[in-house]
């Protein structure tokens, strides 16, 4: 909001340096200026721009990977995730907005500089209370909204020059309805206004005390605020202080139980819900039942923010006043505590989540999973951090397999359990568990000696301790790592023995029935037909009974080979299509690849080379962000190499290499619905799709989300499409609903990257 020169000289100045970095105090506004200038530069970027937000991350060595993220750039291999991400960007034009930078800069400034120098056509837009210190950086400090001059009378209607007058007055009319800034009240908003040093984030939190004082009341409290000893500290930027001195008179105006929870929030790295806070937040002078009352009022005070999640609220706390808050929780002696329960909090979840797998709540419990990916970073980096946790910290990230391995998040696991296992160095129960864990991840990577190494390792144990659970999954994962080598006589005798150790054991879950499923695989490279769909039926069967997709869509890919041999191409056909739509629900990498692949040779087989050529290049990139293409295996590889001889040999080069080079366009979620026969005839790539949505908007609503990304107030909004302020206001609001977000900060990168929204 009223950021139109800053917008346009930040355009300017991107167009001539490749970092910019815009810094100032938290709260002044850097990401929405960011987001806004974004928002006018997607045409000057054919690649897209894009936001990755860092301000939830803790682990240093996970920035690459949450670039990645932003990206909608699958990676699960054993390779560096900044390898990765330059390989994506090398050839691209495309912007990167790096989000709240200073709590990690070494890390950003190391990948900066990595990605300028492999990408020439990448620029990175960076905000930071501090600079990156690259050579070649520009600096744009970010000031706070213009004010009057104090002892300058405005003239009637003066105050609709002054943005921060304009955005007190947009608030507190969303708080008290009529409020309006009049002749009458503009010179005590503009005193407001200066009091808070025009810093957005301060105007925003004293406008909602409107609620309950009046604006003389709030000017005067305000004022006595800024005047009290010792509520600014000596040193530091002044707007830093005043700032500070904001939020802490919203902290004092706070009832203790609320104090309580806004200093105990801050040790969620995302949105949190209500079970987290009463396991995390409640007690000691916060009683459990107060809490719905207690978060509605910080909410209201604009504290924290309410997120819509299907049928559940989240909240989120701004990052400032999470920082704050920080500092509150720091200062009470209570951090060590707070985050230890919030650890056992993700711990018991990620627990009840591992049981619950093998049963009908697969796809809820993925997506839960994804929404509370950063509070699950963060109760491991506690527990491989604070001296006596690591073990624990190895149980979480062993109970989390089923994310890590069922549900495309290789690669971060894979760093979890590396870093766990390089600590928790004594023989044990959990080290048994998180080695075979790792086997499993680092076999998927294609990693397979690493991966031999920490079976056996887990098997030595389990034979010297008696541990015949993790003797079981051992031998099962080393039998699954001999399949994927080729030594498929060997694989057959191991997964025979796992299966009959978990049949004495009574062990069933989606891992136990992958075992059957491998056996099947076996059973398929050497010509026995009829076993393979015996097993893969008996999955399937006792799958069924409890509700499991994840494990059985493995078997219909099975099938499909199976169909496919026999000849029976529409079966083959329909396997593969079951088992790609599974997958593709679980964002499971190797699962929606493997189901691609084989309706690529079914096609091959029914003489349609030009869709089998595209789906064997869809294919291609996703098997570069999983691992070697078919395991680099001969067994796996020999049906993908005969479809490429028969297409190659049936189109003829050329043609062969455009339809391959088509599908090699594709994003994920494209090369899933071509597969499935969405658009086959004509495929239309696109920079980004993995974070593409279509658009829930009407065209009044597309039009309205524009003139957000052209940083539009309400009343800016109303004026050009001459409308109502409150028809405005109702539009903004539906769109936040509709999309799920809960800011015009995300509405405006949304329609940043969004090229469905047209302009107005």
Not at 85 to 100: E, F, K, S, T, Y
Not at 199 to 209: F, H, M, S, Y
Not at 336 to 341: N, T
Not at 520 to 529: C, K, Y
Request: aromatic content about 6%.
């Amino acid at each position: 909001m009223g950021r139109k020169r800053e917008v346009g000289e930040v355009k300017h100045l991107l167009a001539e340096a490749r970092l910019v970095t815009l810094t100032g105090v938290g709260g002044v506004g850097k990401t929405r200026l960011a987001v806004q200038t974004a928002a006018g530069l997607s045409r000057a970027f054919p690649d897209g721009v894009w936001l990755a937000e860092l301000a939830g991350l803790e682990d240093p060595a996970l920035v690459a990977h949450t670039v990645l993220e932003a990206l909608g750039v699958p990676d699960e291999t054993g390779r560096p995730a900044a390898v990765r991400l330059a390989g994506h960007v090398r050839d691209r034009r495309l912007l990167v907005i790096l989000d709240n930078c200073e709590h990690l800069l070494d890390g950003c400034a190391t990948l900066a500089h990595d990605l300028l120098r492999a990408a020439p056509g990448l620029r990175l837009l960076a905000t930071s209370r501090e600079r990156l210190a690259l050579a070649g950086e520009h600096l744009w400090p970010v000031s706070p909204l213009p004010l009057p001059e104090p002892g300058c009378p405005l003239p009637g209607g003066g105050w609709l020059r002054y943005p921060a007058l304009t955005l007190f007055a947009e608030r507190a009319a969303a708080v008290v309805p009529g409020f309006a800034v009049t002749a009458e009240n503009q010179d005590r908003v503009a005193e407001v206004c200066r009091l808070l040093a025009g810093i957005p984030l301060a105007i925003e939190l004293a406008a909602v005390r409107l609620r309950v004082l009046t604006l003389a009341e709030l000017e005067a409290g305000l004022g006595d605020c800024f005047r009290l000893p010792g509520t600014v500290k000596r040193g530091g930027e002044p707007r830093h202080q005043t700032l500070l001195a904001a939020i802490d008179w919203s902290f004092a105006l706070c009832g203790p139980a609320e104090r309580h929870l806004w200093a105990r929030a801050s040790v969620f790295a995302g949105g949190f819900d209500l079970a987290a806070a009463e396991r995390v937040c409640a007690g000691d002078g916060l009683p459990v039942g107060e809490l719905p009352d207690r978060l509605a009022g910080l909410v209201e005070k604009s504290v924290l923010v309410r997120e819509t999640d299907g049928d559940r609220q989240r909240f989120r706390l701004l990052e400032p006043l999470r920082q704050f808050g920080r500092d509150k929780l720091a200062g009470s002696g209570e951090t060590a505590a707070v985050r230890r329960r919030m650890r056992d909090h993700y711990l018991a979840l990620a627990v009840r989540s591992e049981r619950a797998w093998f049963g009908p709540e697969q796809a809820g419990i993925f997506r839960r999973m994804r929404r509370e990916h950063a509070n699950l970073r963060a109760a491991l980096d506690y527990s491989l951090t604070v001296p006596g946790e690591v073990e624990t910290g190895l149980r979480l990230a062993s109970a989390l397999w089923f994310y890590w391995a069922g549900c495309g998040v290789f690669g971060e696991g894979r760093h979890w359990l590396d870093r766990a296992l390089a600590l928790a160095v004594e023989p044990g129960e959990a080290r048994a568990k998180a080695l075979w864990v790792n086997g499993y991840v680092a076999t998927v990577q294609g990693d397979k000696d690493v991966a031999v190494a920490m079976l056996e390792e887990c098997r030595a144990y389990a034979r010297r301790a008696g541990d015949d659970v993790a003797l079981a999954y051992a031998t099962h994962r080393l039998g699954c790592n001999l399949l994927v080598g080729d030594d498929v006589a060997d694989a057959k005798t191991l997964l025979e023995e796992a299966q009959a150790r978990y049949r004495r054991l009574g062990e069933l879950n989606s891992t136990v029935l992958l075992a059957g499923i491998e056996l099947a695989v076996v059973s398929v490279f050497l010509g026995d037909l009829d076993r393979a769909a015996e097993l893969c039926e008996e999955a399937c069967a006792i799958g069924a009974a409890h509700g499991e997709q994840w494990a059985r869509a493995y078997a219909a890919y099975v099938q499909a080979m199976v169909a496919l041999a026999r000849g029976d191409l529409d079966r083959a056909a329909a396997h593969g299509r079951h088992c790609l739509r599974v997958k593709s629900t679980f964002h499971d990498l190797l699962g929606i690849v493997l189901a691609i692949e084989v309706l690529a040779w079914t096609e091959a087989a029914r003489e349609h080379w030009e869709p089998a050529a595209t789906m064997l290049g869809s294919a291609r990139p996703i098997w570069d962000a999983v691992g070697f293409p078919m395991f680099g295996s001969r067994h796996f590889g020999a049906p993908h190499g005969e479809c490429v001889t028969r297409t190659r040999r049936a189109l003829g080069d050329g043609p062969y290499e455009a339809a391959f080079r088509r599908g090699a366009e594709l994003g994920l979620k494209e090369a899933i619905a071509y597969a499935l026969g969405d658009g086959c005839a004509s495929p239309s790539p696109s920079p980004s799709p993995s974070l593409e949505r279509p658009t829930p908007l009407t065209d009044r609503e597309a039009q309205v989300a524009a003139l957000i990304a052209d940083g539009r107030s309400n009343q800016e909004i109303a004026d050009r499409l001459v409308i109502s302020r409150r028809t405005a206001e109702g539009h903004v609001n539906r769109i936040l609903r509709k999309l799920g977000f809960d800011s015009r900060a995300q509405v405006a990168a949304w329609a940043a990257r969004a090229s469905r929204v047209p302009s107005p």
